[in-house]
């Protein structure tokens, strides 16, 4: 068995370097794949987290702006029709709508707190699907890379066992190397797995509360417009 002679020639001293160097070619696949689907999870995960720390930014400043009393039509002016906030996003897209509703005589056209409701709705929806996008990844990571880094171990502690049959030694120093080489794959797993849920749960309980935060501002939104379309 050569990871035993590495084993052997270094004084027991087994790296896991060299137990993956020494690792049987699917083996290797699979700790390969575990790893790259660790820094892609890792990458997801500081995007996501930037992306909602700025959200939360965005919509404390914009909420701001917008009960401080200025005039609507005077902060729809100042922020345009095509802002780069997404609260200012979902206020454009309600503000956008009811001034089209309008004819050209002052009068309004008919269902206009309807379509108002739909473009925000829709507005939100957008939003949504950004905040959500790698999201999937990180709940497939973290819920396949255990068995996958399960499939690696199993299949080098069979390989493990057919070489300790051919030599015929059941002994400790030729046993341990390919036993713990087999079990790096399993903790390869879960070193993927362990963070991709964890910030999984996290990342999606913070984009459910932004989400939140958008709608309540809809409904606020769409009540004053509604009290100015009855007035």
């Not at 879960?190 to 999984?200: D, E, G, Q, S, T």
Request: hydrophobic share 50%.
């Amino acid at each position: 068995m050569q990871t035993a002679l590495i084993a052997a020639q270094v004084g027991g001293n087994i790296t896991v370097w060299s137990m993956f160097a020494e690792a049987t070619f699917l083996v290797k696949l699979v700790m390969i794949g575990l790893i790259m689907a660790s820094f892609w999870s890792w990458a997801i995960i500081v995007r996501k987290l930037r992306q909602c720390r700025t959200a939360r930014a965005d919509a404390a400043k914009f909420d701001q702006a917008f009960w401080s009393g200025e005039p609507l039509d005077g902060l729809f002016d100042s922020i345009g029709a095509d802002p780069s906030g997404s609260s200012e996003k979902i206020f454009a897209a309600g503000m956008v709508e009811w001034r089209r509703s309008h004819r050209e005589d002052g009068g309004l056209i008919p269902g206009a707190s309807a379509r108002i409701d739909r473009s925000m709705d829709v507005a939100i929806a957008k939003e949504a699907e950004a905040l959500q996008k790698g999201l999937p990844v990180l709940a497939t990571v973290g819920s396949t890379a255990p068995f996958v880094g399960l499939f690696g171990t199993v299949f080098g502690i069979m390989n493990a066992f057919i070489e300790i049959a051919e030599q015929q030694n059941t002994n400790l120093a030729v046993v341990a190397p390919g036993i713990a080489e087999a079990l790096l794959a399993t903790g390869m797993g879960l070193m993927a797995a362990i963070p991709a849920v964890v910030f999984y749960n996290k990342l999606s309980a913070d984009s459910d509360r932004i989400l939140g935060g958008y709608e309540a501002f809809a409904d606020e939104f769409a009540t004053i417009l509604s009290r100015q379309l009855d007035s």
